[in-house]
C-alpha cells in the first residue's frame, strides 16, 4: 500500500482547485475536482494537528470562488487572524472582498499586504482591478504600471493597463 504525505495531500488539493476553475473542465469533472480540493484541504487541516493559515487561505480562497462567500470570508479572516503577517492571506481576503463588490474593504487588506511585501506584482495588479470594478481607469494605470515595474512581464497588469488606456482614449497604446 502507498502512503501519500502530508505534502502530497497538499499539492493533489493545489492541482484539483487550480484546475477546477479552469474554463476548458467539464461541469461534471470540476465538481469532482472541487470536492477533492475541499477534501484535501481539511485532511491537512486534520493532520497538521493545528492552525494551518496557508490551508486555511487556500480552503477559504475556494469557497469564494464557489460563491460561498459566508464561509470563504470567514476563514479568510480567521487566517489573516491567525497570521496578521501572512501578505497572500491578506491579498486574498482583499480579493474576496473585490469579488464581493467591496472594493473599499478589498484595498484595505491589499494594501496590508503590501505593507508587507511591496514589489508583489499580483497584489499591485489587483489593486488595479479594484479600480477597473469603479471605472476609474487613471487609478487602474497607476497600479498597473506599479505590477508591471515589479514584473514587466505581468499579463494581467499588462490587460489591465490596456483597458485603461483604451478608457481613457489613448488608442494606440491600448491597442498596444
Keep these: 500500500m502507498i502512503y501519500k504525505t502530508g505534502q502530497d495531500i ?8 487550480a484546475r477546477a476553475f479552469d474554463e476548458n473542465v467539464p461541469e461534471k469533472e470540476r465538481v ?7 477534501h484535501n484541504y481539511n485532511q491537512i487541516l486534520e493532520l497538521a494537528q493545528k492552525q494551518e ?6 480552503l477559504g480562497s475556494l469557497y469564494v470562488e464557489l460563491g460561498h462567500w459566508g464561509i470563504g470570508l470567514t476563514l479568510l479572516e480567521y487566517a489573516v487572524l491567525l497570521d496578521p503577517k501572512d501578505h497572500q492571506a491578506l491579498n486574498a481576503l ?3 472582498y473585490r469579488r464581493a463588490g467591496k472594493n473599499e474593504k478589498a484595498r484595505e487588506y491589499m494594501l496590508k499586504s503590501l505593507n508587507l511585501n511591496p514589489n508583489d506584482a499580483r497584489v ?3 489593486m488595479a ?3 477597473v470594478n469603479e471605472g476609474d481607469p487613471k487609478s487602474v494605470l497607476e497600479w498597473s504600471k506599479k505590477a ?8 494581467d497588469a499588462m490587460l489591465n493597463a490596456g483597458l485603461a488606456y483604451l478608457e481613457l482614449g489613448n488608442y494606440p497604446l491600448g491597442w498596444a
Excluded at 497538499?10 to 482547485?17: P, S
Excluded at 493559515?53 to 487556500?58: L, R, Y
Aim: net charge negative; aromatic share 6%; proline share 5%.
Design 94 to 96: 482583499g480579493c474576496a
Design 10 to 17: 497538499l499539492d493533489e488539493a493545489v492541482r484539483a482547485h
Design 53 to 58: 493559515p496557508s490551508v486555511i487561505t487556500s
Design 129 to 131: 482591478g479594484t479600480y
Design 148 to 155: 508591471l515595474e515589479a514584473d514587466p512581464n505581468y499579463l
Design 124 to 126: 499591485l495588479c489587483n
Design 32 to 38: 469532482k475536482l472541487v470536492k477533492l480540493a475541499e
